[in-house]
């Protein structure tokens, strides 16, 4: 009994061991989710059951998925990004401004946001990687820039009427099958918003681009060890510059998708985004210290942070502060999760170099 429990241990911990530390990670935020859901599905009543729930999750943090897809890429390189809330915020001003005090059109309201978001990619990449400025300092400054211009461009809040854009704003994309029965005993047919087509699409690419591109693996080798980057020939300035400029992109993407959900304008829009990002990048299985990170593990991780602020508002914990902190403790609790396996990792592959020295020792 004793041989096959001992066998069973060193299966499980050979299976441990070939994962990586970023699919293990994101593996444990992935099974967190599933466990959280079921839990809602068995004590919490119908509402969770309904797939429109889950849908509702996906079609209210679609722009968080992206932008925390922006900034999982600048921690792997060992950075970060806190500009991306008040990019989504003047994003969504501009675009509003422009469609409906300028008659716009929704192509020209994209490329406006597209172009706000490369240009905080290149100027802040720029400060990083090639002046070497702190990152924590320079986004602070593009946020505060942001958030500033948000207010020039227009200082009142304003719901967009816009025709073209009001059409691309309610339409919905139907999933057969999946939908349910109100309290009347109609049949409402379930249904995502274009966003989440578009939030779906960019973590697939992403996570293409990392795993089987070789800028994608630089990204790993830069926030693993820089000086390491260096010796293997990898470009570790451009590699960064690299990165705040896809998440400048990224961040353009993600508040018109923001504002294609809300429909106006205003400064306060998106206020916080970038700390649900941080969280939803680490609560996915990216170290804040770089060289680990998975795209398929932030989305889970922004789906997490979501999943639980609904529990708590289904327990009848509406109050704001209920909020912060259950979002603080999930935060706590898998930065404590992260930095144990981290820790127990290390120390099995240093127990596992001993007996390689010592028999190197010995011949």
């Not at 900034?71 to 401004?97: K, Y």
């Not at 510059?241 to 294609?260: E, N, Q, W």
Request: aromatic residues 10%.
């Amino acid at each position: 009994m004793s041989q096959k429990f001992l066998t069973a241990d060193k299966s499980r911990r050979s299976f441990l061991g070939s994962l990586s530390d970023t699919n293990l990670l994101m593996s444990i935020t992935i099974i967190v989710f599933f466990a959280m859901y079921l839990f809602a599905i068995f004590a919490l009543g119908s509402g969770f059951q309904k797939a429109q729930t889950f849908f509702n999750i996906l079609n209210a943090n679609a722009a968080l998925i992206i932008l925390s897809c922006g900034m999982t890429l600048v921690m792997i390189t060992g950075g970060i990004d806190i500009s991306v809330g008040g990019m989504a915020a003047l994003v969504s001003m501009c675009s509003a401004v422009y469609l409906d005090m300028h008659s716009g059109s929704v192509i020209g309201a994209l490329l406006i946001s597209l172009g706000i978001g490369l240009a905080f990619g290149l100027v802040q990449g720029y400060l990083i990687a090639y002046l070497d400025i702190q990152p924590f300092i320079v986004t602070l400054a593009g946020m505060f820039f942001a958030r500033g211009m948000t207010t020039i461009v227009n200082t009142n809040p304003f719901n967009v009427q816009n025709e073209e854009f009001v059409k691309l704003k309610e339409a919905r994309i139907i999933i057969p099958g999946l939908g349910s029965y109100n309290k009347r005993g109609e049949y409402i047919d379930a249904y995502i918003e274009i966003g989440v087509i578009v939030a779906l699409v960019v973590v697939a690419a992403l996570f293409v681009f990392l795993k089987w591109t070789k800028t994608g693996r630089n990204f790993y080798a830069v926030g693993g060890n820089k000086q390491s980057a260096l010796m293997l020939g990898i470009n570790v300035k451009r590699t960064t510059f690299l990165a705040y400029l896809m998440c400048g992109f990224l961040g353009g993407i993600g508040g018109f998708v923001y504002f294609m959900h809300v429909g106006s304008g205003s400064a306060t829009h998106a206020a916080g985004a970038e700390m649900n990002a941080i969280a939803s990048s680490i609560i996915g299985g990216t170290m804040l210290t770089g060289g680990v990170g998975n795209i398929i593990g932030t989305l889970f991780g922004v789906l997490s942070l979501a999943l639980i602020q609904n529990i708590v508002s289904s327990i009848g914990l509406d109050q704001a502060w209920w909020t912060g902190i259950t979002n603080a403790s999930m935060l706590c609790i898998f930065l404590i999760v992260q930095s144990v396996i981290i820790a127990r990792r290390k120390k099995a592959n240093l127990s596992a170099s001993r007996p390689a020295e010592v028999k190197g020792a010995k011949k």
